[in-house]
């Protein structure tokens, strides 16, 4: 599904191309000249043969190349051990070609944006099926001036341990991403009331408007420094739906 969309937002000049491969779902989105052109897709069978070509796709619409990029931006995770490594190890491989930077954004506050861009939802409980009876689970809290708090909060921990962690927050909430699906019991046992939203999984245009703020304020990152981020010791072996 292809989407394009005008933004206000963002200096003209300013070129960022976004691609995650964490979860099931794969997705690139480009911004050049203000505009975001996006592509979203599950494909949890096809990461590595959808993704570059999403990628040239692109690019050719813009009739740019990847010099032509002031940054590549990857999802660091947490996700899927295997769908983490892809794009990361992609947007690696671009990187070093283009001798350009990249830009790593959470799959958890990118759950957050998306929450926020679909429903203008300022207070994010972000719950990743972790496998394993866990979960990757963050609060985040927009603030006035559009940046997300709540990145010390990013961990993974039991269902029961996430209810607990809720007890001691009060109000109304979105939830965002499929941990919510894979254990209905974090809708229980804590006194707030949750609405339920459709930012089920990380989407390339929603990590640009973190990776601009980041881009604003030089926090770039070598090809050969970036580090996935999987909050665990021990590693998800559990493949992909389908693999």
């Not at 070609?97 to 972000?126: F, N, Q, Y």
């Amino acid at each position: 599904m292809m989407k394009i969309k005008l933004m206000t937002d963002y200096t003209l000049d300013t070129r960022l191309l976004a691609l995650d491969t964490a979860t099931e779902a794969c997705s690139v989105a480009l911004l050049d000249q203000g505009q975001i052109n996006a592509e979203f897709a599950l494909t949890p069978r096809e990461h590595t043969q959808r993704i570059l070509p999403m990628v040239e796709q692109s690019l050719r619409d813009h009739q740019l190349t990847l010099q032509q990029l002031d940054a590549l931006v990857c999802c660091l995770g947490p996700g899927s051990f295997t769908g983490v490594r892809i794009g990361i190890g992609i947007a690696q491989g671009l990187a070093y070609g283009a001798k350009i930077p990249l830009i790593g954004v959470s799959s958890l506050e990118a759950l957050a944006e998306g929450a926020w861009r679909m429903h203008r939802a300022e207070k994010i409980l972000v719950a990743i099926d972790a496998r394993m009876g866990e979960v990757y689970w963050a609060v985040y809290q927009r603030d006035a001036q559009g940046a997300w708090q709540g990145k010390e909060t990013e961990q993974v921990l039991s269902p029961q341990a996430a209810v607990e962690k809720m007890l001691s927050l009060d109000g109304e909430w979105m939830i965002a991403g499929t941990g919510w699906q894979a254990y209905p019991e974090l809708f229980n046992g804590h006194p707030l009331s949750l609405r339920q939203g459709e930012s089920l999984l990380p989407q390339a245009e929603d990590m640009l408007p973190l990776a601009y703020r980041q881009w604003k304020v030089g926090n770039l990152i070598s090809p050969a420094d970036i580090e996935p981020v999987y909050l665990r010791n021990e590693v998800t072996w559990k493949k992909l739906p389908g693999r």
